[in-house]
């Protein structure tokens, strides 16, 4: 089973393409999945989207009438995957951000890679063509503002930011149990996501990278990134971590073909319907 986890907050105007999007990757990409959605306390409309695909596909969503901000929707994603799994050496749990930022078109390589022995695997957008430059500029950054993190697992530079990443719940799993009613989270933003990479690895044998190659999307709202922020936010996370975390029980390799190190209810089982629901989101980006 493939898990993917979806945070949203005021995303009404990509979410419910994003979600069909992920039913159409599965399509062609024959694997099990559940899609697991929280929304967080949004006020544009959000909910009134996602109900028809509730009822649509096989999706789970959770919403907060408080907001309670990016880490904690995230942990109570991956903490709702690991309690549903039967088989956390087999399944695994995908992030994907619901404003397109990330591409659903990237997911299926990572699974292979889990497939394959990885425990962690995630896409790199330092190199990725359409986003904007400020944003490629603090993705380059961060890996020197990192360097005292590296460790056996996460050995080289790599992509800390990036949001999509799919994890072995057996490794999470891991992760959760030796935090037990703590918080695995307390960033936000980038820095939750470079805090959830360093939290993972310390108990990953193995963590691969992928470049992406779906371009970055435009985005249909402004963008609540500031480059500067985000570079401060992650610097501090890690600092308050007091050093490198543990290594892992084995080292990647790097490059495509081998390993390497490489963000941000109701339920409902029904089948997918046909097409898509109708939704203010029936445009495409």
């Known amino acids: 089973m493939i898990y993917v986890l979806v ?31 929280v929304n967080d306390a949004s006020t544009d409309g959000t909910d009134d989207v996602l109900a028809p695909y509730a009822r649509a596909l096989p999706l789970t969503l959770i919403t907060h009438r408080e907001r309670r901000g990016y880490a904690r929707s995230v942990e109570e994603l991956l903490r709702l995957a690991a309690s549903r799994t039967d088989r956390p050496r087999r399944d695994l749990a995908v992030l994907l951000q619901a404003d397109f930022s990330d591409s659903p078109d990237d997911i299926p390589e990572l699974v292979k890679r889990i497939e394959s022995g990885a425990d962690l ?54 992760v959760l149990s030796e935090r037990g009613s703590r918080n695995v989270l307390h960033a936000e933003g980038w820095a ?31 963008s609540r990134f500031r480059p500067l922020r985000a570079a401060w936010a992650v610097w501090t996370m890690a600092r308050g971590r007091g050093g490198a975390p543990p290594a892992g029980r084995a080292a990647a390799g790097a490059g495509a073909g081998r390993s390497a190190p490489s963000r941000r209810g109701r339920r409902s089982g029904q089948r997918p319907a046909a097409g898509p629901p109708h939704s203010r989101t029936a445009s495409s980006r």
Not at 122 to 146: I, K, T
Not at 153 to 160: E, G, S
Not at 199 to 219: F, G
């Open 121 to 174: 695997a995630l896409s790199d957008y330092r190199r990725r063509s359409g986003q904007p430059r400020r944003e490629a500029v603090v993705r380059r950054l961060l890996p020197v503002l990192l360097r005292g993190h590296r460790n056996g697992v996460l050995d080289r530079p790599l992509d800390w930011a990036c949001s999509l990443k799919a994890m072995r719940l057996v490794t999470l799993a891991r």
């Open 192 to 222: 939750a996501d470079a805090e959830l990479l360093l939290e993972v690895s310390r108990h990953a044998r193995r963590v691969e990278v992928v470049a992406a190659q779906s371009p970055a999307s435009p985005r249909r709202r402004p």
């Open 7 to 37: 945070p949203a907050h005021n995303e009404a105007a990509t979410v419910g393409l994003l979600l069909w999007k992920v039913r159409q990757v599965f399509t062609s990409f024959a694997r099990e999945y559940q899609l697991l959605v």
